[in-house]
């Protein structure tokens, strides 16, 4: 049974920082490459960060300089480090794990809220 457990989500003030984990198991931690996407409240989901097997990241630019993905296939787990939050970025973050060698097998958490305000 595939699954994937996001934690690290909360309230934080503006300008502050948290770090997100998305712990797997049930797969091949190392054959998929994992995103973060992030949902507000009336809006569609979004990609906030990507790093795919080899380590290569890519990120929305509304985070780019603020916001770090980075995955430890020992641990099966990936981290998003957010820092300098805006309230903007207040949403329902979800870790998503596909298979880049048979772009199938899509897996996704149960989300983690983040709350950015005063």
């Known amino acids: 049974q595939v699954q994937l457990v996001e934690s690290g989500g909360g309230l934080v003030q503006p300008g502050g920082s948290l770090r997100l984990s998305c712990a797997a198991s049930?797969?091949?931690?190392?054959?998929?490459?994992l995103t973060w996407y992030r949902q507000a409240a009336g809006t569609e989901r979004e990609l906030v960060a990507r790093?795919?097997?080899?380590?290569?990241?890519n990120y929305a630019d509304s985070v780019k300089g603020r916001f770090t993905i980075s995955r430890d296939n020992a641990k099966n787990t990936v981290y998003l480090q957010m820092n300098s939050l805006k309230p903007e970025d207040t949403a329902v973050y979800y870790c998503?794990?596909?298979?880049?060698?048979?772009?199938?097998?899509?897996?996704w958490g149960q989300g983690t809220q983040v709350t950015v305000s005063s």
């Open positions: 049930g797969i091949i931690f190392g054959r998929y490459k």
């Open positions: 790093i795919n097997i080899l380590g290569s990241t």
């Open positions: 998503n794990a596909r298979d880049q060698y048979t772009n199938r097998d899509d897996y």
